[in-house]
């Protein structure tokens, strides 16, 4: 009866777990579905330059992303419990093209807590430059195992 009750468990936990999964790639294909279509195609024009990926870690990865997508990247940030959709997991890969990172990035995403960092849409004082947006991407790319 104990050998039973613990399959049970362990399938209850691994069927939410797969669910969770699906739902998580299901809300990353509708918010990147909302990007538009003449961000999807651009592609990095920054170099990853280790200098600038560091500052950029230090200004603002970790002030602005890190409380949410975790330190390494993965979505288990301390501000993320509870959010739906969670953060992504970036260590996992992304099917974001580096257009629709960096645009969410800049401008952030309606249907989730992301926010947006590009001037205008920030508060004043907590933007990032379009290079630094840039150099975002290459970091998030960093995360990916």
Not at 101 to 115: A, F, V
Request: one cysteine or more.
């Amino acid at each position: 009866m104990k050998r039973l009750k613990k399959s049970i468990t362990i399938a209850t936990v691994a069927l939410s777990m797969s669910l969770a999964a699906g739902f998580a790639a299901a809300t990353s294909e509708a918010t990147l579905a909302k990007v538009p279509a003449d961000a999807v195609g651009l592609t990095n024009p920054v170099e990853a330059d280790e200098d600038a990926i560091k500052m950029v870690m230090k200004k603002a990865y970790k002030k602005k992303c890190k409380k949410c997508h975790g330190s390494k990247g993965n979505g288990k940030g301390p501000g993320a419990k509870g959010m739906e959709p969670p953060p992504p997991d970036w260590t996992a890969g992304s099917p974001a093209t580096d257009g629709q990172l960096y645009w969410l990035t800049m401008n952030g995403s309606k249907d989730t807590e992301m926010k947006g960092w590009k001037a205008g849409i920030a508060k004043k004082g907590k933007e990032i430059s379009e290079e630094e947006g840039w150099i975002m991407v290459h970091i998030i790319r960093g995360f990916e195992k």
